[in-house]
């Protein structure tokens, strides 16, 4: 198993109002998968993929990532963790906007320190795979969202991380661009092995899901594989 | 990961920042030449010609005839000095200096008298020689001829020519006199010198005093580089220490009002200069900090993407390197032809200050120019690249604390 959450709840403080965005959740995602998060806007969605990204801390319990738990871990060590082990697809895209497209899927390899014929060797196939070899020169803002978006599952991928969490990656697209997308992650999914943990609200995007976690304030709502 | 490789993508891609930010730490340059450069002008200019008035910029005088410039303190053989003296100097001069009565007729003034050897006396190292406007110096040693100013001139009624008659006392404290006939007539412009100073043949006056073949007061040491005087009064010292009989002295100890007043103005341009230093490193730190707050959102990516917080602060700190670089070529380029303007021309300011400006006896030059040391132009461009990485360093611990998790939220 790649994750394992253990009995983890995440409290935040609105003002003096508490919220429990995460209220002592249990998952374990496998190695492989194919996986969606959903539920409603509020479900706790983005917090538990930030608590397996490295990125948030828990309140109580426990995250492990390949059986290490994050909480022992300082903020170099989570920073290195992120770099070789997660790949990131967020919901607005977040590339680095004075970086190519070709720049930004080379990131993290960079941050590895690849040999620089190694790394272009990589991002021009992955670049290929996500079919933006043609715009590498370009910078963020003379790409479309769904161009954009598969610049950023370039770089979520190119280094070949333990798994790929992607917050919401088709909501800021339209509907050819999204499929594209979806297909693209259930290719790489399928031909590559990568695990995929992502967020929706979206029907269509759920019925695309090898496996199915209802959430519902916080909570295991029900967590179901798809035929 | 190549961090320069970033960082230059980073100051290319945002090029309005990255040149507002260069032209500040330009600017910055700009002036720190220019308050350097007018003190290493204008202190050089005062101390050489301070130097020029009569004791050079190292003197090697009897003992105790600098606190109490009596005749009666005096050298009888400065030749061993003059000969380890010359080893250093770009001249080296036996001169005898004190003061006396000087008559024409009725009238009578009070001044200061240099005795010089005509043959050894280069203008370059006398200002008085340089300032003769009629006449010439007197060419003999021994000769009775006298260069008096353009204001004793006038007030005694001299001409090239003319008599006039020194009333002084000699070694042993007895009146004597000599008489002497005006060769020359300098204006220096300076009131003082030029109504009470008078260059005398110097073994002439070494009769009058009873000093002998070869007696001084002191001997004039001339350097190519005044910044060298504390080293060669050293040298000198250390090779006279035998010599209880005389004293090495620098500029300094002889022209105690000129050194006062050139530390009190170093000291106003060197706070000057902190405060200049301050304002453009607040400028800098206040670029670089909200460089650092609109990145926030580009920072946090990069750290979710697993750019540890070192490596945030070291992103900054090379932007702040290359901009310290961008911004002493830009400063280069901004201040090289103000410097090469005022270095060969300069800006003259003799209506506001007028043509007779002097201060603590010394004339000033109205045209205000710039020179530069090496040394200067070094700590210059040193300091505004370490107050560039300074003013860097504040904001680059902000962004290392950047929480990916909040800032990629950020719009």
Known sequence: MIVRLAGVSRVYMQGNIEVRAVDNLDLTIREGEFSALCGPSGSGKTTILNLIGALDAPTSGTVFLEGRDLSALGRGELSRLRRDRIGFVFQAYNLVPVLTAYENAEFVLALQNVPPPERRKRVMAVLEEVGMADYIDRRPDELSGGQQQRVAIARAVVSEPAIVLADEPTANVDTEAADTILDLMERLNRNKGVTFLFSTHDQRVMRRAGRLVRLRDGRLEADEAVP | ?411
């Open chain 2, 1 to 411: 990961m190549q961090l320069n490789m970033l960082a230059w993508r980073s100051l290319s891609r945002n090029r309005r920042r990255t040149l507002i930010t260069g032209f500040s730490i330009a600017f910055g340059i700009f002036l720190a030449v220019t308050f350097t450069g007018s003190g290493d002008y204008s202190y050089t200019s005062m101390i050489d010609t301070g130097a020029a008035m009569g004791q050079g910029h190292v003197s090697v005088a009897a003992v105790g005839y600098n606190a109490r410039p009596a005749l009666s303190r005096w050298l009888p053989d400065p030749g061993p000095a003059m000969e380890i003296a010359r080893g250093q100097a770009a001249g080296v001069y036996p001169r005898i200096m004190g003061q006396g009565m000087f008559a024409a007729g009725a009238r009578n003034v009070g001044a200061v008298f240099l005795a010089v050897d005509p043959a050894r006396e280069h203008a370059g190292h006398n200002y008085f020689v340089r300032s003769i406007v009629e006449g010439e110096l007197f060419a003999e040693g021994d000769g009775r001829g006298a260069v008096i100013g353009a204001g004793m001139a006038e007030k005694l009624n001299l001409r090239p020519g003319k008599k006039v008659i020194l009333t002084v006392t000699d070694r042993d404290g007895q009146l004597t006199s000599e008489l002497f006939r005006v060769s020359g007539i300098f204006r220096t412009g300076d009131r003082a010198a030029d109504s009470g100073f008078v260059l005398l043949p110097l073994d002439r006056v070494r009769r009058t005093l009873g000093y002998g073949t070869g007696g001084v007061t002191f001997v004039a040491v001339y350097l190519d580089d005044q910044r060298r005087v504390n080293e060669v009064a050293a040298e000198l010292a250390l090779r006279l220490t035998s010599r209880q009989d005389v004293e090495v002295l620098t500029w300094r100890e002889t022209q105690p009002d000129l050194s006062g007043l050139i530390a009190v103005d170093r000291l106003f341009n060197y706070l000057l200069q902190l405060l200049v230093g301050m304002i453009i490193a607040a400028g800098i730190l206040n670029t670089m900090l909200m460089s650092v707050l609109e990145r926030r959102r580009e920072l946090g990516i990069m750290m979710a993407l697993g750019m540890t917080p070192g490596q945030v602060v070291r992103l900054v700190l090379i932007e702040s390197f290359w901009l310290g670089c961008l911004g002493v070529v830009m400063g280069i380029v901004l201040t090289a032809p103000w410097f090469h303007y005022m270095s060969q021309t300069g800006i003259d300011l003799s209506r506001l200050i007028g043509q007779e400006y002097s201060a603590a006896g010394v004339l000033v030059d109205p045209v205000m120019k710039l020179r530069l040391y090496r040394e200067s132009g070094a700590a210059i461009l040193a300091a505004v690249f370490t107050l560039t990485l300074a003013a860097a360093v504040y904001p680059a611990i902000r962004a290392g604390r950047i929480m990916p998790v909040d800032a990629i939220k950020e719009k």
